[in-house]
C-alpha cells in the first residue's frame, strides 16, 4: 500500500507513525528537532533503519531535515493535513448550527475564518427566501469592514490590532466607520462586552450583518458565524440577530470542546 508516496504495509506504518509522534513530542520542540541516534534511542530501533525510515517520510514531506543541524522535524505535509482536516471537522460541526440560525432568523447563515487580513467563508446555509444575496463561499472579503473579520480579531491585543490595522477609508468609501487603529480597539472592546459584532451598510450599501466567535478547546476564536442580509429585512432586529448568532456560537464552541462559563476551563 502507498500513502502520499511512501510504500508501507501495517507494521511499516505503526514504527512510522511512533518516529512522527517522537518529532511532535515535547522534547523535539524544545530542542528544535530530533536527530537520527535519538530517535533510535526513544523507538528502541536501529539506527539504520530509522535513517532510512526518515529519509522514506522526507521525500513525502511528512518530516524535514535541518540543513544545519541534521535534526528532523514535522514537515510541511503534516501541517497541511492538520489545516484541512481541522477545517472540514469544524464545517461538519458547524452545519446543525447554522441551521439553528437559519431557523429562527429565516436569513442565511455563514461560517467564516481569517485568511491573512481577509475573511472566507467555508459554510453556507441558505434562508429559504428567493431573494438570497450574494454566494460568499470560497470568496475572500477585506476583514475589517465585515462583522466577522472583527470578531475573529476580537481577542487579539491593543498593539497586534494596531499594527494589523490598515487605513483604506478611500478605497472603502463613505461607508467606512473605522477610520483609525483607535477605532478599531474600541471597536474591539465593545464586541467583546456584548458577545457580538453588527455593521450597517459598511461593506456594501443596502446590507446589514452581524458575527459572533467560535472558539476551539483551547478558548481560541477559530472561527465566526455571520448573518448578512439586506436592512430591509434585517436592519430592525439586528440586535436580537446578534444576541442569538452568539448563544449559538457559543453552543458550537462547547461542541467543539470550549469549557462552558464557569467551569475554570477554556475562556
Known sequence: MTVMG??????????????????????????????????AELTGRDKSQVSRALASL??????????ATQAYRPGWRLYA??????EAHLVR???????????????????????????LTVATEPAPHAFRGLGWEGVIVPASQTSAGRVLISDWEPEALSEWFIDDTEAAGDRRQLRT???????IEAIRTNGYARVEEEFEEGLVGVSAPVRDHTGRITAAINVVAPKGRLGTRLEGA????MRVATGLS????????GTGRGS
Do not use: K
Request: glycine share 12%; net charge positive.
Open 6 to 39: 511512501v510504500r508501507i504495509n501495517a507494521a511499516g506504518l505503526s514504527r512510522d507513525l511512533e518516529l512522527i509522534d517522537a518529532l511532535g513530542g515535547p522534547e523535539a520542540t524544545a530542542r528544535g528537532g530530533l536527530g537520527v541516534l535519538r530517535l
Open 58 to 67: 522526507a521525500a513525502a514531506g511528512l518530516v524535514d531535515r535541518d540543513p
Open 81 to 86: 493535513l492538520a489545516a484541512v482536516t481541522r
Open 93 to 119: 460541526t458547524a452545519q446543525p448550527y447554522l441551521r439553528q440560525v437559519v431557523a429562527q432568523l429565516r436569513e442565511t447563515a455563514h461560517l467564516c475564518v481569517l485568511r491573512g487580513r481577509g475573511v
Open 181 to 187: 487603529a483607535a477605532d478599531l480597539v474600541a471597536e
Open 242 to 245: 446578534g444576541r442569538l448568532t
Open 254 to 261: 462547547e461542541q467543539l470542546g470550549m469549557a462552558p462559563a
